[in-house]
């Protein structure tokens, strides 16, 4: 870093705004080479705030230009106000006063995606988190909340749709072949909640009809080649606005409600009220495009902005500390509805393996931070898994200790307290335990509190008086900023198993069941379970019902029954896990000390069950089939070897394969039906567990096997199965992967989101030449340095091929860091996220460690943006 460092803001720095803005007038002349931006603000005093004189201070940035500013119509001249660090400083005000301020802005050159920018051939906006102060100087935070008027102005032939949020009031056409649009919003919001869109875009149209007999109107808006693929979108819309009034009692509250996609966007979608603004990946659909993953990510992102309509929009934060306030709520609820609209526990299971991987590594990591930050450089840096995913776990904590109908009640009371207002995650949980009568207040500590909590399980069972002891101690590792830790109010889901399987009926604090609720708050707690008739097996944790890694010492036996017969679903799958976790742990070990590797593998007997019993649901037998991730082994490792991980993986792989080979062949025969492209949860199970077992049975080397591969590729009717037959030919050096890849690009090259998997399979695969082939991907005509999307595709595969990223000289890391030295200066957010691998220097093995950290003070030495050099400078701190 070359200036002066940026510094942090704190939490506990938090004062009201000294002014609030009634209401906001802006009016946007839009034009490819300046743009005007014209704002009236009705500002007066908050009489909240403890500071009666003090100045008035706007947010601006480096890209906004000031034009003129005057006050109640009295042209400020330059000696009234003064401009520092991007901020206008204005130190007279009346009590009331109208502000108008005229600014110019450059979308067209607005690489950051931040702000008002231009994606393809339309204008777009990106106002969260401080995004609206890049469009004009403004109060940009979310505890001021404003009723937005916004006219906006654009060539009537090039931009026929002017949006923005609210309905439109008026439109018409001025002199200068301008359309001329005025749109309202009457519901108060904060800045980051703005949105506007201009363009040439096609519609789809569609009306729900809300529970109190209101009809909406909807319109999903995308450029004209892609207005075929919006009809599921259209559908996970209307369900999830029936869900939320069924489910939270939520109804829409606009006569309109619109999506557009834009290909240039920096995260997934965004809530903007009554206009949502989806990146296409999170939007666009269909059979022949997009795969069953692909669906299932534009359902439940659907849901959750248009969720976001009342967690998020009409109670919303006070300031961006509280920011798990609205992303953990959503989050939680948009897991509900697809938990609702497909198999519960199928997602539960994706989403607990994906928050023990990702999460759980970052909660390790120097990023590591409680689910309420205590302070950050740049708010962008904390739009992560653990406000996300951590944020969501909190909730459903509450959920279990609370039940579904307290829960509910809850709810309520926290919608109907704070409609209209910005508020604390505190007052979240406060409205929870008014409407429950059930203490939380340590239960709090989640909010504070980073870091994954440890909890040993030991069990004692008494034969003669029938009891079974449980013990569970917590502790939580210490994490940056954090040397102590407190213990933790949590519920654990547990239940008795006979040494068969059977569950055992069980007393605790009186009451006799398979299931019950432990609640942890202790560091060291003993929860007694009589007329335990036997020396049971306990399945703990059932359904992950708390964030935390645990460990209980199973025998392999213990492990089996769990596997085949608990009745918690979860924790059926979360028993293979572990054996499988046990077998490549002592395979990397093999691996590390440079031995031929070998294991009398106990999944033979599991695996050939499951695929032999028809009964079984298949998307959970394909889960269980999945062996644990190189992601996932490396969290784990103390010390990451990830050459020795992939050997240990590729190894069991092949020795299962081998094995079961005939089992894989007839269970591919029998899924391998052709069907109707529908994506209900049924059809995607069986394409799921189709294609584990093609990838297995072709790793068994057989001929046959390879033959399958080839005519599923080329026979598929829809994305899921070409692409997974060509994930499986390019990852095993299949005789026909180069023809195929080549196949595949003719074939979509024309289909933006299609080429993008290409881009990523092709940048993650393990070849020599690795470097060689990602320098070939980014000068090939599909890429676009512009397209985060595109940028990703290429240098998130580069990150996971094991062969090139990890390549032991050094060069994978030194590419990621030129590539990151180059957007840092064009896109910071995105610059900021793809620092992610290298971060985790510390726990890689000693070579490729330094390496890695070599990079990170390379990277240090550049002029930074907050984002990078946050993210950068926390790492090797
Ligand atoms: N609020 C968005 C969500 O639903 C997140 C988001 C979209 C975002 N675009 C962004 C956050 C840009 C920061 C910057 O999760
Ligand atoms: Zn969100």
């Not at 006050?71 to 660090?85: A, T």
Request: negative net charge; charged residues 25%.
């Amino acid at each position: 870093m070359k200036d002066g460092q940026p510094s942090a803001i704190y939490l506990k720095d938090y004062q009201v705004p000294a002014f609030l803005i009634d209401k906001t007038e802006l009016t946007f002349d839009l034009d490819e080479s300046v743009t005007i931006v014209t704002s009236r603000l009705h500002m007066r005093r908050n009489p909240e705030s403890k500071f009666r004189t003090s100045p008035l201070i706007l947010d601006g940035g480096e890209d906004v230009k000031l034009i003129a500013l005057a006050m109640d119509d009295y042209q400020l001249p330059p000696e009234e106000y003064r401009i520092q660090n991007h901020q206008i400083i204005i130190t007279a005000t009346a009590d009331q006063f109208i502000l108008t301020c005229e600014t110019l802005i450059e979308p067209q050159n607005n690489t950051r995606l931040e702000g008002l920018y231009r994606s393809s051939s339309m204008f777009c906006t990106q106002c969260e988190a401080e995004g609206f102060r890049h469009i004009t100087y403004y109060l940009d935070r979310p505890d001021v909340m404003s009723v937005f008027t916004t006219t906006i102005m654009a060539d009537a032939d090039k931009y026929p749709v002017l949006l923005s949020n609210g309905n439109e009031i008026s439109r018409e056409l001025n002199e200068d072949g301008k359309t001329v649009a005025v749109w309202h919003d009457p519901f108060p919001k904060p800045a980051y909640l703005f949105a506007l869109v201009a363009g040439n875009l096609e519609v789809l149209e569609d009306t729900f009809v809300t529970q109190s007999n209101r009809t909406v109107e909807l319109k999903i808006f995308t450029e004209s080649h892609n207005i075929d693929k919006v009809d599921y979108s259209m559908d996970a819309l209307k369900r999830s606005m029936k869900w939320d009034e069924e489910k939270y009692g939520r109804e829409y509250d606009l006569d309109i409600f619109m999506i557009v996609a834009v290909d240039d966007f920096n995260m997934g979608a965004m809530e903007n009220k009554g206009l949502n603004v989806f990146n296409s990946s999170c939007l666009l659909a269909s059979p022949k495009t997009t795969t069953d993953d692909g669906y299932q990510r534009v359902e439940a992102v659907v849901a959750h902005e248009y969720f976001h309509n009342w967690s998020g929009n009409r109670v919303t934060c006070r300031d961006w500390f509280q920011l798990s306030l609205k992303e953990g709520f959503t989050v939680f609820r948009d897991q509900q509805f697809s938990s609702d609209m497909n198999s519960p526990v199928v997602k539960r299971i994706e989403d607990v393996s994906f928050l023990k991987t990702a999460q759980f590594a970052e909660d390790a990591g120097p990023m590591s931070h409680p689910v309420r930050p205590a302070s950050f450089i740049e708010i962008s840096n904390f739009y992560t898994l653990t406000i996300y995913e951590k944020g969501a776990e909190i909730v459903r904590m509450i959920h279990t200790l609370l039940g579904e109908a307290l829960f509910r009640k809850g709810s309520d009371l926290y919608f109907d307290r704070h409609d209209g207002h910005a508020v604390t995650c505190d007052d979240f949980v406060q409205a929870m335990q008014d409407a429950s009568g059930i203490d939380l207040s340590q239960f709090k500590r989640w909010y504070s509190q980073a870091g994954t909590p440890r909890l040993t399980v030991t069990g004692d069972y008494d034969k003669s008086a029938k009891t079974y002891k449980l013990t569970v101690s917590q502790m939580t590792p210490t994490t940056s900023n954090q040397p102590t830790k407190l213990p933790l109010f949590m519920p654990i889901r547990v239940g008795l198993l006979d040494t068969k399987g059977q569950a055992l009926t069980v007393e605790l604090d009186g009451e006799s069941k398979t299931n019950h609720v432990l609640t942890l708050s202790k560091s060291e707690q003993v929860f007694e379970f009589f007329n335990v008739d036997e020396a049971p097996i306990p399945s703990l944790l059932r359904g992950f019902s708390a964030p935390v890694k645990l460990s209980y010492d199973y025998t392999v036996e213990q492990l089996a029954v769990l596997m085949s017969s608990d009745e918690d679903g979860f924790n059926r799958w979360s028993a293979a896990q572990e054996l499988a976790v046990r077998e490549l742990n002592a395979l990397i070990t093999q691996a590390k000390r440079n031995e031929p590797l070998s294991i009398e593998s106990q999944l033979l007997v599991g695996f050939k069950h499951l695929l032999s019993d028809e009964s079984l649901d298949k998307s959970m037998v394909s889960l269980i089939l999945n062996l644990p991730s190189q992601a996932y082994l490396s969290e784990i490792s103390d010390e990451v070897d990830p050459q020795a991980i992939k050997q240990a993986r590729t190894y069991l792989k092949q020795l299962i394969a081998k094995a079961l080979e005939q089992e894989f062949a007839d269970c591919y025969e029998r899924n391998n039906i052709a069907l109707d492209y529908l994506p209900n949860a049924e059809q995607i199970s069986q394409r799921q567990l189709k294609n584990v077992a093609l990838s297995y049975w072709n790793e068994s080397g057989s001929i046959a096997a390879k033959k399958a591969v080839l005519s599923q590729y080329h026979s598929a009717d829809n994305m899921t199965d070409q692409f997974s037959a060509l994930s499986i030919a390019v990852n095993t050096d299949h005789d026909d992967s180069t023809s195929m890849l080549e196949q595949f690009y003719d074939q979509w090259s024309h289909e933006a989101l299609v080429v993008n998997k290409w881009l990523m399979l092709r940048a993650a695969q393990e070849t020599e030449h690795g470097l060689e082939q990602i320098k070939a991907l980014m000068s090939h005509n599909a890429f676009d340095l512009k397209n985060p999307n595109k940028v990703r595709a290429v240098l998130g595969g580069l990150g996971n091929s094991v062969s090139t990223f990890h390549d032991e000289s050094g060069s994978g890391y030194a590419f990621l860091a030129d590539q990151i030295i180059v957007l840092n200066k064009r896109n910071p957010q995105l610059a900021s996220r793809l620092c992610t691998p290298l971060t985790r220097w510390r726990k890689m093995k000693p070579a490729l460690s330094v390496l890695m950290q070599q990079q990170l003070e390379r990277i240090l030495m550049e002029e930074l943006s907050k984002d990078v050099f946050e993210v950068v400078s926390k790492s090797l701190a």
